[in-house]
């Protein structure tokens, strides 16, 4: 009935059923970011014990070279300890602080976009609007500048690509890819006002 796809694997053909015991409430809180997500997969996993596994697809955007942004970062840490990661649908990266005496962006354009499920609303919007920019198509996070960083310096890790999911305003996720396809993942939890 929830879906239109499925696939179950028992242990053999007398023992097909798979039973999953779980607290909605702590489901509930895990799905709050499908309101932006492309696509959720649940699969039911064993790590030291059985465990829900969701994966939920949302907006990707590949980023710069690690060494030029890591660059870019560290010369806003100094002024600000949180910032603003900003990507559009149509390719650009825009990382933003505020500080009493300045605003300062930071402005990539032309990356690949490999997914966008735009954010539900922008009512209190953190960031500039660029000129005709269709601001549905718009997802933006606040983050530690920090952590960001400590991230960054994995530059130095040989690595094939680099991909950031914003969960809109709450989640930015990085997925650093090694050329031995080793997949290295940070979450940083967005700041709420």
Same mark, same amino acid.
């Given at each position: +009935?929830?879906?239109?796809?499925?696939? +179950?694997?028992?242990l053999?053909?007398?023992?097909? !059923?798979?039973?999953?015991?779980?607290?909605a409430?702590?489901?509930?809180r895990?799905?709050?970011?499908?309101?932006?997500?492309?696509?959720?997969? +649940?699969?039911?996993? $064993?790590?030291?014990?059985?465990?829900?596994?969701?994966?939920?697809?949302?907006?990707?955007?590949?980023?710069?070279?690690?060494?030029?942004?890591?660059?870019?970062?560290?010369? +806003?840490?100094? #002024?600000?300890?949180?910032?603003?990661?900003?990507?559009?649908?149509?390719?650009?990266?825009?990382?933003?602080?505020?500080?009493? #005496?300045?605003?300062?962006?930071?402005?990539?354009?032309?990356?690949?976009?490999?997914?966008?499920?735009?954010?539900?609303?922008?009512?209190?919007?953190?960031?500039?609007?660029?000129?005709?920019?269709?601001?549905?198509?718009?997802?933006?996070?606040?983050? !530690?500048?920090?952590?960001?960083?400590?991230?960054?310096?994995?530059?130095?890790?040989?690595?094939?690509?680099?991909?950031?999911?914003?969960?809109?305003?709450?989640?930015?996720?990085?997925?650093?890819?090694?050329?031995?396809?080793? $997949?290295?993942?940070?979450?940083?939890?967005?700041?709420?006002?």
């Amino acid at each position: +009935m929830f879906f239109s796809e499925y696939q +179950m694997v028992g242990l053999d053909d007398d023992h097909k !059923d798979i039973y999953l015991g779980f607290g909605a409430a702590n489901l509930a809180r895990s799905l709050v970011t499908l309101k932006s997500a492309k696509s959720l997969k +649940m699969k039911l996993t $064993k790590k030291q014990c059985p465990c829900l596994t969701l994966e939920i697809e949302m907006i990707s955007i590949e980023l710069p070279p690690l060494k030029q942004l890591r660059t870019t970062i560290d010369r +806003m840490r100094t #002024m600000a300890s949180e910032v603003v990661l900003r990507a559009s649908a149509e390719g650009r990266l825009t990382l933003q602080i505020k500080t009493d #005496m300045a605003k300062v962006s930071t402005r990539f354009k032309d990356l690949r976009v490999e997914a966008f499920g735009g954010p539900i609303d922008h009512s209190d919007s953190e960031t500039e609007t660029q000129v005709n920019e269709d601001t549905s198509r718009v997802c933006y996070c606040r983050v !530690d500048t920090k952590k960001l960083s400590i991230f960054l310096s994995a530059d130095q890790i040989s690595h094939n690509r680099t991909v950031c999911s914003i969960v809109h305003k709450r989640l930015v996720i990085l997925c650093l890819q090694t050329e031995e396809n080793v $997949k290295l993942q940070c979450f940083i939890s967005g700041i709420v006002y």
